[in-house]
């Protein structure tokens, strides 16, 4: 059954019960940086300047990525998904985009109970 929202052309956020939707970040080459969330003034704020604005379910508050770190993502792009409920944030980092200096936060890999890091 096909949704309205599958081929609409208009944007219309399919926000969950929270009033969020799902944000995967990556850069022009399509490496995977970050995943966050997104409400209505967080996916605005995005819109308006060009610097990825997320929301912060840990701090309950609008979180503009670098605030403090400098390290902002520069968006290049962003699209939605056919149902509207996550966006593919495509953009250029200033620096790391792990708060632990790491350049993902995907740094590393699950090998059955342990954790390897990637270099």
């Not at 604005?53 to 056919?82: A, H, P, Y």
């Not at 149902?83 to 699950?110: K, N």
Request: with cysteine; glycine share 8%; charged share 25%.
């Amino acid at each position: 059954m096909t949704e309205p929202r599958d081929r609409s052309l208009t944007l219309d956020p399919a926000y969950d019960a929270a009033g969020l939707v799902t944000a995967v970040v990556t850069d022009r080459a399509g490496a995977l940086l970050m995943v966050a969330h997104m409400n209505a003034e967080a996916l605005a704020a995005t819109q308006a300047t060009g610097e990825a604005t997320f929301w912060s379910r840990s701090r309950q508050r609008l979180w503009k990525k670098g605030e403090t770190s400098g390290n902002v993502l520069r968006v290049v792009e962003m699209r939605i998904d056919c149902d509207q409920d996550a966006l593919w944030v495509i953009a250029d980092p200033a620096g790391p985009a792990c708060h632990t200096g790491a350049g993902s936060c995907f740094y590393r890999r699950i090998d059955g109970d342990r954790l390897i890091p990637l270099t």
